[in-house]
C-alpha cells in the first residue's frame, strides 16, 4: 500500500463521518476523566503521543487502528460500544450465540414452566437428573461444544429454578444443585460473547452456593464470578472478591484436599486476571507465583471444573502478559508450552493457548504467524474461533492490514468465523 493511504476502518470502528468522530472523541475523553488520567498518561499507555490523544477527543482524527481502541476500551474500562457508538444497535441483531435468547428467556422465568422432561417430581430423583445434566453441559462448554450445551442450559435452568422453588431454601442439595446450573451457563455465556448476561447468571450461582452453605462451593462461584466482574471493567473488585474468598476458604482447610487446593489456586489466577486488567506488574507477577506453588502440590487435574494445573498458570501467564502490553513474554511463555500434560477434554484451554499466540503475533506483525495460529485454533476448536470476541478483533486488526500474497487463508478464516 502506497505511503499515506488510508484503508478504510472495518466494522466497528469510529465513525469516520465528521459527527461520529467528535462524538467518538467526547466519549474517550469522558471516561478518561472518570478514570482520573490525564491525556499524557493515556497517551503513554496506549504507546501514542499527548497531541494525537488531544486531536482524537477534541474530534479532528480518528482512532486509526483496532488495537489502540481495544487498548483504550481495556484502560478505560469501557465496551468498545461505548466509544465506537456501536452499542445504539439492537441487541438481538448483534448477538451471534444463537442460544443466548433462549438462555435469557429462560433466566427470566424463575421455574414457572415446570421441569425439564425427567418423568420426576421435584425431589430426590429430579436433583439427581439436574445435577447429572449440569455435569454433562459443563463437560460439552470445556470440550468447547457450545452450540450442544446452549440446547440444553434453558431446559436445565427452568427445572433447577423449579425444583428449588418446591424443595425451598432450606434444602441445600436443592440450592447447590442451582448453584451449579447457573455456574455452567456463566461460563458458556462469558466464552460466546454475552458478558452482561453472563454476569447475571454468575451472581445468581454465587447466591445459590452461598444458601447451600458449601463454603467450597461458595469459593468456587466466587472464582467465576470474579472473571464475569472483571469482564465487566471492574477489576478492583474483581481482586476484592477472589481475595476474599481465598482468605474464607483458608479458614476452612484445616486439611487441604486437592479440590480445595485446585479452587484456591484457580482464584489466585482469577485474581491474576483482574490485577493485570488493573495493570498492576507487582501484585500480578505474586498472584501468578502464588498460584504456580499450589499447582506444584496438585499437578494437572480439573478438579471441580477449574482445568487447575501447572500448564493452566503458564496459559494465565501468557494471557496476563498480553494485558500487561508485553507479546514477546507471552510468545516465549506459549512457544514452549506441552499441552499434552493437560487432563482430557479441556479442549478450551489448549485452543485458547493457539489463540493467546495469535494474537501476540499480531500485537508484533507476524501476520502469518498469527493466521496459522488462528487456523491450528480453528482446527482445534471452530465454535471457539467464531464466537470469541477477542478473537475476532484479532481478525478484525490482520484484515485492516491484510496482505493477500502472505496471509492467503486469511479471508476465508475471517468469513468463516462470521467477521466478514
Known amino acids: 500500500m502506497a505511503r499515506g493511504h488510508r484503508r478504510a476502518p472495518g466494522p466497528g470502528w469510529c465513525s469516520v463521518t465528521p459527527a461520529g468522530r467528535q462524538a467518538a472523541g467526547q466519549q474517550i475523553a469522558r471516561a478518561r476523566r472518570r478514570r482520573g488520567l490525564s491525556q499524557a498518561v493515556l497517551a503513554g499507555l496506549v504507546g501514542r503521543s499527548e497531541s494525537w490523544l488531544s486531536q482524537v ?4 482524527r480518528d482512532v486509526d487502528s483496532h488495537s489502540v481502541l481495544v487498548r483504550l476500551a481495556e484502560i478505560l474500562r469501557v465496551d ?7 452499542g445504539d444497535q439492537d441487541e438481538t441483531s448483534r448477538r451471534a450465540y444463537p442460544a443466548a435468547a433462549l438462555i435469557e428467556q429462560a433466566m427470566m422465568g424463575y421455574g414457572t414452566p415446570g421441569p425439564p422432561d425427567s418423568g420426576e417430581e421435584s425431589g430426590q430423583v429430579s436433583l439427581d437428573f439436574l445435577r447429572a445434566q449440569a455435569r454433562s453441559a459443563y463437560q460439552a462448554y470445556q470440550a468447547t461444544r457450545y452450540d450442544a450445551a446452549g440446547r440444553v442450559l434453558p431446559g436445565l435452568i427452568r427445572g433447577a429454578e423449579t425444583a428449588a422453588r418446591a424443595a425451598g431454601s432450606a434444602s ?16 458458556l455465556l462469558s466464552r460466546v460473547g454475552e458478558p452482561f448476561l453472563a454476569w447475571a447468571a454468575a451472581d445468581r450461582a454465587m447466591s445459590a452456593a452461598e444458601q447451600a452453605g458449601d463454603p467450597l ?8 464470578l470474579s472473571y464475569m466482574i472483571t469482564g465487566r471493567k471492574h477489576p478492583q473488585e474483581a481482586l476484592d472478591l477472589a481475595m476474599a474468598a481465598v482468605t474464607a476458604l483458608d479458614r476452612t482447610m484445616r486439611v487441604p484436599s486437592q ?5 484456591l489456586g484457580a482464584l489466585h489466577l482469577a485474581a491474576a486476571t483482574a490485577s493485570a486488567a488493573t495493570f498492576d506488574r507487582a501484585t500480578t507477577t505474586a498472584l501468578l507465583a502464588s498460584a504456580r506453588r499450589i499447582a506444584d502440590r496438585t499437578g494437572e487435574a480439573n478438579h ?3 482445568a487447575f494445573g501447572p500448564v493452566n498458570v503458564a496459559i494465565h501467564g501468557i494471557s496476563v ?16 508450552l506441552d499441552l499434552a500434560a493437560m487432563p482430557v477434554g479441556l479442549v478450551g484451554r489448549r485452543t485458547q493457548v493457539n489463540l493467546d499466540l495469535a494474537r501476540a503475533y499480531a500485537m508484533t506483525r507476524k501476520d502469518a504467524a498469527a493466521v496459522n495460529l488462528l487456523l491450528a485454533a480453528e482446527r482445534l476448536s471452530p465454535q471457539l474461533v467464531r464466537y470469541d470476541r477477542a ?5 478484525t486488526e490482520l484484515l485492516r492490514r491484510e496482505h493477500r500474497p502472505s496471509t492467503p487463508e486469511l479471508r476465508p478464516l475471517a468469513r468463516r468465523a462470521g467477521v466478514i
Open 321 to 336: 502478559s498480553l494485558k500487561l502490553g508485553d507479546p514477546r513474554t507471552a510468545a516465549e511463555t506459549g512457544e514452549v
Open 217 to 224: 462451593l461458595s469459593a468456587a462461584s466466587a472464582w467465576r
Open 259 to 263: 479440590e480445595r487446593l485446585s479452587v
Open 172 to 187: 441445600p442439595a436443592a440450592c447447590a444443585v442451582r448453584a451449579r446450573v447457573y455456574d455452567t451457563t456463566a461460563a
Open 304 to 306: 471441580m471444573g477449574t
Open 391 to 395: 478473537t475476532r478483533d484479532v481478525l
Open 57 to 60: 477527543e477534541r474530534g479532528k
Open 80 to 86: 468498545i460500544e461505548e466509544i465506537t457508538g456501536a
